[in-house]
């Protein structure tokens, strides 16, 4: 696997205000990395330093295993600092002046725009665009020198639910070509949707670090059991809507298909003559955990 990023207890000092405290991180090509925490964890300031908008108090970073700074900044595109559009010229002129600060090129305009989904609308003036158009355009605007990498801070903040859906359908659109992102959100749920890999910040102190589906993947889980336990585990063997079961004498754990629940499980279970002493579902004790950080600091 390429290493796009590698950071080494990276530590942002503003005054007392420890903001990032001795991060470690890896992130590796093709991944949708996301930096999970609640509001003042450090997230923004952690992309700042790696945008080498922000100087590090102490540790250090590396892109792509190179030395080189300079060309490494130049496969990245973020939004961090959000474009200035100018609300009276069309998407088309806008990014060609974004072309020229960039110095990459006007080529990639219509490509761009038909990634992001605006290419119908490129000749209507930015002011008449809504929210989301807004912010599709700004994740253009970072891909126009066709970087590798793409960066982005809170990129459904202040959207309306549509506005959030295009968004992160864009991000998972934009990854599934391959590039590498890192972006940082507060919210458990898009991090759950968009991202392959992530960390928890809280407080500046990295708590967690894994891939999503191992930590985050919503495991469908049922447990049961009845006065004759021995029907059950015969009844239950054949019940099609479960991946697997376990049995522990006492109580069966069953791993459910997606799309089947707790009631099909009692429905069934009670059409084959067995009705359930107990029925319980289980969320994922990690994701729980998480919520209650990301509660701790609203
Ligand atoms: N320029 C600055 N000067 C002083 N303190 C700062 C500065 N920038 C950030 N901080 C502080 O550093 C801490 C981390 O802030 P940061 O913006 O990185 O958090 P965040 O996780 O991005 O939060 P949010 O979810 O609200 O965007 C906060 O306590 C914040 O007040
Ligand atoms: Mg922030």
Known sequence: MERILKINSLTKHFGRIHAVNNLELEVFKGQVFGILGPNGSGKTTTLGMILDVVAPTSGTFRWFDDGCT???????????????????????????????????????????????????????????????????LSIGAAL??????????????????????????????????????????????????????????RKGFKLHEGSVSDTLGEINKVEVSSEDMAKLEAVIQDFKGMVSYQSNGSAIELILKDDVNAIAVNNYCFENGITLKKLLTHTNTLEKEFLKILREND
């Open 70 to 136: 300079v060309e490494a900044r130049k496969k990245i595109g973020s939004i961090l600092e959000t474009p200035c559009f100018y609300p009276y010229l069309t998407a088309v002129q806008n990014l060609r002046i974004t072309a020229h600060i960039k110095q990459c090129g006007t080529q990639n305009i219509d490509a761009v725009l038909k990634q992001v989904g605006l290419y119908d609308r490129r000749n209507d003036r930015f002011k008449t665009y809504s929210l989301g158009m807004k912010q599709r």
């Open 144 to 201: 126009l020198s066709d970087p590798p990498v793409l960066i982005l801070d809170e990129p459904t903040n202040g959207l309306d639910p549509e506005g959030i859906a295009e968004v992160r359908e864009l991000i998972r659109k934009i990854a599934g070509e391959g590039k590498t992102i890192i972006m940082a959100s507060h919210l458990l749920d898009e991090v759950q949707k968009v991202c392959t890999h992530f960390c928890v910040l």
